[in-house]
């Protein structure tokens, strides 16, 4: 009998488990395929377009989704809601706003998952493809000059902010371990641009609601 009840309370547990990570439905990702045009997003309404068909794609519907990116007028952080915020294997990334620009979060690159909840390649990978397009400082306000034209370029023109969502770069330094502005991309907003330093035009997407 004492067997069969704690073969019952386990049981129970793992119901509790599984219950639990189910109610955490994804509410942030890094995007598995950029737009194919560098840093052209088709500003910030083609990014967010781009999030949401890509975690539909997903099975995630019901959420409207914003792009971790700021423009020359605009805040990545005011843009993507209160949180918190989970990844697709309903691991805690933030709390809310100010833990996810502060050492609080939880982002590398185990938990920097795609909408497919796979990783996504980091350094020393090939291809390396830890740049993530953000606009951004640290703290999440904008860059103004490193939009690549508040994302409508793809030429040898403009810059885009990007950080790393594996946290490792050259050195130690805090730069270099940004998940949000690590460095600028050299040569321009092309596709070829943002491959030369180690990215593909992916970016953040964080579900508001």
């Not at 599984?18 to 395929?33: E, G, I, R, W, Y």
Request: proline share 1%.
């Amino acid at each position: 009998m004492r067997r069969l009840l704690l073969v019952t309370a386990a049981a129970s547990l793992a119901a509790v488990g599984v219950a639990s990570s189910q109610d955490a439905t994804m509410s942030f990702f890094v995007t598995s395929v950029g737009s194919g045009k560098g840093a052209n997003l088709g500003g910030l309404a083609g990014a967010d377009a781009h999030c949401g068909s890509l975690a539909e794609a997903a099975g995630v519907t019901g959420k409207t989704w914003r792009a971790y990116l700021s423009t020359s007028d605009t805040d990545a952080r005011d843009r993507i809601g209160k949180g918190p915020w989970f990844n697709a294997k309903g691991v805690k990334i933030a709390d809310d706003v100010a833990s996810l620009h502060s050492d609080a979060n939880a982002i590398t690159k185990q938990t920097a998952l795609d909408e497919k909840g796979e990783m996504v390649n980091g350094r020393g990978d090939k291809p390396n493809r830890h740049d993530v397009l953000t606009g951004s400082k640290p703290d999440g306000t904008k860059i103004a000059d490193q939009t690549c034209g508040d994302w409508t370029l793809s030429g040898a023109e403009g810059a885009a902010m990007t950080g790393h969502h594996d946290r490792t770069g050259l050195d130690d330094s805090a730069a270099a371990k940004s998940w949000n502005s690590s460095h600028a991309s050299r040569g321009g907003c092309s596709q070829e641009a943002l491959r030369s330093t180690g990215g593909d035009g992916l970016f953040y997407c964080f579900a508001v609601n």
